[in-house]
Every structure is written in C-alpha cells, then in structure tokens.
C-alpha cells in the first residue's frame, strides 16, 4: 500500500502544481505551436461504476475495442491474488457504459501479477498498458519488489490473457538524473504502434526533464523492438535522436503523471490524454514526427477523476473511427477512477467528448466503368436482308431523254457539294456518316442510282442494329 501511496501523493502534487498549465513542456526545450482551435461535441458525462468484484482498488486502465468488444485491462489488488501486491485485471464489455464482466460473465480475472520472489516484479504489477500487432499482444507493465522504486517491463500474448515475460529484467529504469523528492522511479508506460515502430512513453520521477518540484513529465522513446534493446530513438530538444543514457530523459512532451496516449490518423497527430485540473481531463495533441509540436490547440474532457485516464483505442493504439465517417471528427473516450473515499481509488467509470478539426476532405473522383470498345467491321451477313428490294426490272431506256439539253444551274439530284454534319450523338459510332456511300443519282442512270441505294440501306440496318441509329 506505500507504494500505491506514493503514486497518489504524486498525482495530487502534480494537479497542485500543474492547475492551468496543461501543455507547459519542460525546460529542455520549448514547444513549437499551431494550436489550431477544435470544436468539442457530443459529450458523453460519466458512467455509472463499470465492474464488480471485490477488489481494493482499481484504476490505470487500458482498453481497445476489437471485434466488437471492449477489452480492458487494469490494475488492482484483488484478495485472490497468489502474491500480495498490485495485480492487472481484465474485463471486457459490447458497451462502453459496461457492464464489463470476465469472457462469458463474473467478476473481472486476474491475468498478470507479481512472481512472489526478489525479481524487479517480484511483487507489483500495474500501470498496465496494452497493444496489439501482427497478431501478438504486447503488455507493458509498472513493476517492483519489496514496494521499492518502479520500473517498466515487457510481456507478450497471444489471446490477452495468458501472458509470458519476454525478458527477466526490466526494460526501462530510472535515470537517476536528479533529486526532485519524489522516489516513485520510472513506469506508468503507455505505447502505440504506428508505421513499424513502438512508440512508449513514460514517467521517470528522476530524469533530467522532469518538474524539479515534483517529478512530474513524460519521455517518449521509440524502436522497431518491443523490448527496447535495439535501434532504440529518445525525443530531444533536437527531436529525435539516437538513444544515450545522457539524452534519454532530457525532454518531457507533457507535465503529466499516469498519462495515455494514441495516434489519431484523422488529425495525423498523437493525442495525450492526463489530469492535471481538477475538474477534467486533458487533451494534449503532438505532431507525428515532432513531438515538441501541437498542430491542434489542447481540448478538454469535462467531469472529476480520480488518478490516470485511458483512452479507448484501435488495437494498435489508433483513434477509433467515427461511426458516422465525418471529416475532421475524432471520438474520444476515456475510463478512469472516479472515486476515493479513502486512499485508494476506485469505480472505473467512462466519459468522451468528440472532437472536430477544421479539416477540408478531399470527395473521391469515381472511377468510370469502361466499356466495350466498338468493332469496327460489321458482321459478315446481314441479320435481316433490306426490304428494299425493287419489283420490276429496269428499262433499257433512260427516264429522261438524253437529248435534253442540260440546265445551268446544277439539278436538285445532282452530288451535293456540301460535306454531311457529323452524327450529333456524343457517344463513339461504328460508321461515321463521313463513310456512309454517296446517295446522289447524277448523269449515270437510274440502274446505279437504285444500286447505290441497296448499299445506302444495308450500312443504314447494321448501323441500326449497333444502336447508333435511333
């Protein structure tokens, strides 16, 4: 209990010194700001207490909506746990409203406690913080023994509720950079998973970057490993840069204890969310590459906590969509403590806000549907012959005497000397009219002027027929 009693004190330290300053970075380096303003919507008030059980106390939870289903880890004392200490629990609801109940029904399981010996997790496990890739989860955890200093450790899963150590050590201790009076150490993790690397941060009450007055702050590292032992990258005053014991705590992205964050690819930023006001909780947003940057001025989410919020995200630690599909909109719901009669809190509960991003969506262009290209020589034998076939057979003789004297003006049959207009259809045509035979009967005769027609008619059914003729 001392040391759930040192997280405490700190977190009302902090809520003291911090009041109205939840954005300050610390004095590593300032904080490069946009601020565009959001517009908060739609808010969701506290809920009702979500579990039962017969826990001590409950808070720090993590939670990710997967397969329609609200999975929620979070630590505890539960009374039926092997070894006396700070358990991490697991529940799961439909609503985010819970009930939330162990798969099936009953009270929330005991999932990941302490070993019960002198390893750095022999006795506490907490601070739970969980996500999921490429089929495996990864449990980052807050552990001590013998209710000594914190620090983070690493497990793996297959389902979320068997769990194995990936390592005996922890992956992450305090720096021990200076003195601020507050001994809790290095853990409170949180991690998201975004274009192949882990990104955690955490809290070190020791490191360089932290609030001398209290400890307060939280350092981001990032790695291609879960574990952090290789290829490892710290946030500078400089950005990143690769990790060294002397760089690894110098810059703090935001004066929070027990924070949670996310990646939001609506807002293409890192959303923190932490207490530091009495009366709300804080929403901090990052740029994706710069973290000393805030594209969107910070928002609030109304209503009183108690310790660390969650926030409700994608399996991989990613703002959950907008059921609706608006631009620029982002629901944010977090689970916190809500209660603390005495010292230790209690009564999970869940609130949210939605909020909306001046964001100017681009509308798809629709991909046309292609069509058939035309064929451009026609079938080879008619479907239906012409019906214009003439009755009588021709006389020898011309219809007009040939001995009549031609006219100087040309007559109305003669070829006419102006080119056909083009087909006012806009869609492509087998046959353009440019192709279509002369139909004009001039000096040759009757016997080529019924000819022609023949052929006039034939091309005039197949253009009929391709449905280039209304």
């Not at 003291?16 to 601020?35: K, M």
Request: glycine share 10%; aromatic share 8%; hydrophobic share 30%.
């Amino acid at each position: 209990m001392r040391r759930h009693s040192i997280r405490t004190r700190s977190v009302l330290a902090l809520a003291a010194a911090a009041s109205g300053a939840a954005l300050v970075l610390t004095a590593a380096g300032p904080a490069i700001a946009q601020d565009v303003p959001l517009t908060t919507e739609n808010p969701r008030p506290n809920s009702g207490p979500l579990t039962g059980g017969d826990a001590a106390y409950e808070y720090a939870p993590t939670i990710i909506a997967e397969n329609g289903v609200y999975r929620m880890w979070y630590c505890a004392q539960d009374p039926q746990g092997a070894v006396p200490g700070d358990d991490i629990l697991y529940a799961e609801s439909p609503n985010l409203d819970g009930p939330f109940t162990a798969p099936g029904g009953g009270d929330p399981l005991i999932v990941f406690e302490g070993r019960g010996d002198a390893s750095f997790d022999g006795q506490h496990a907490c601070d739970p913080s969980v996500v999921k890739v490429d089929g495996t989860y990864y449990l980052y955890y807050g552990a001590a023994v013998n209710d000594g200093v914190t620090t983070i450790g690493v497990a793996r899963s297959a389902d979320g509720l068997s769990w194995e150590r990936m390592v005996d050590q922890p992956i992450i201790t305090p720096a021990n950079q200076q003195d601020t009076g507050n001994g809790y150490g290095a853990g409170q993790p949180s991690a998201v998973y975004l274009d192949g690397q882990f990104y955690l941060i955490f809290t070190d009450t020791t490191g360089a970057g932290a609030l001398p007055s209290n400890g307060a702050g939280q350092f981001a590292w990032r790695s291609s490993d879960p574990t952090f032992a290789t290829g490892t990258e710290v946030v500078t005053a400089d950005g990143w840069q690769p990790f060294t014991p002397e760089n690894s705590r110098g810059f703090s992205v935001a004066n929070a204890f027990s924070a949670d964050w996310q990646y939001s690819d609506e807002l293409e930023s890192f959303v923190i969310a932490h207490n530091n006001d009495a009366g709300s909780t804080t929403l901090t947003f990052l740029g994706t590459e710069n973290l000393a940057e805030h594209p969107w001025a910070p928002a609030t989410i109304e209503g009183p906590w108690v310790e660390g919020p969650g926030i409700v995200s994608t399996p991989d630690k990613h703002a959950v969509d907008d059921d609706g599909g608006e631009c620029g909109r982002v629901p944010v719901d977090i689970m916190h403590a809500s209660r603390a009669d005495g010292v230790p809190p209690q009564d999970l509960v869940h609130k949210g806000i939605d909020v909306v991003a001046p964001i100017e969506c681009e509308t798809p262009t629709p991909t046309p549907t292609p069509t058939e290209d035309p064929t451009d020589e026609p079938t080879d034998e008619p479907t239906e012959d012409p019906t214009d076939e003439p009755t009588d057979e021709p006389t020898d003789e011309p219809s007009e005497s040939p001995t009549q004297e031609p006219t100087d003006e040309p007559s109305e049959s003669s070829t006419p000397s102006q080119e056909p207009t083009e087909d006012p259809t806009p869609s492509p045509s087998p046959t353009s009219d440019d192709d279509l035979p002369d139909t004009g009967a001039g000096s040759t005769g009757v016997l080529v002027t019924l000819g022609a027609a023949l052929v006039a008619g034939a091309a005039l059914l197949y253009r009929f027929r391709r449905g280039t003729v209304a």
